[in-house]
Nanobody, 126 residues
Framework: VQLQASGGGLVQPGGSLRLSCAAS????????LGWFRQAPGKEREFVAA????????EYADFVKGRFTISRDNYKNMVSLQMNSLKPEDTAVYYC????????????????????WGQGTQVTVSS
């Protein structure tokens, strides 16, 4: 499956952005999906994941209550709604996909995702 992320940009602290990731070339509802991010000089880290069915979601502690992951299995898209953004959320955000045998499983380990999008820059600054 190929992934194409979009929606990044410059936003003020406290603002919102919605990232989208379009998938092609695979059976979309066979894949568990995740969002990761990498800030300058830091390792890539887990942000959120969603199961094949969309019924199970997992979040990193630092985004709980602020970010929401969702998927549309008809449009072959996964989204990340980001609210109450902070300067420390500044990073390149990546969507990722992995074939999943369970419709209810989420994965937060970067190494378990073989398919990655190209990344979209999010900058939170006044």
């Amino acid at each position: 499956v190929q992934l194409q992320a979009s929606g990044g940009g410059l936003v003020q602290p406290g603002g919102s952005l919605r990232l989208s990731c379009a998938a092609s070339g695979g059976t979309f509802n066979s894949y568990g999906l995740g969002w990761f991010r990498q800030a300058p000089g830091k390792e890539r880290e887990f942000v959120a994941a969603i199961s094949r069915s969309g019924g199970v979601k997992e979040y990193a502690d630092f985004v709980k209550g602020r970010f929401t992951i969702s998927r549309d299995n008809y449009k072959n898209m996964v989204s990340l709604q980001m609210n109450s953004l902070k300067p420390e959320d500044t990073a390149v955000y990546y969507c990722a996909a992995r074939l999943s045998g369970s419709p209810l499983y989420t994965e937060d380990k970067m190494q378990q995702y073989p398919n990655w999008g190209q990344g979209t820059q999010v900058t939170v600054s006044s």
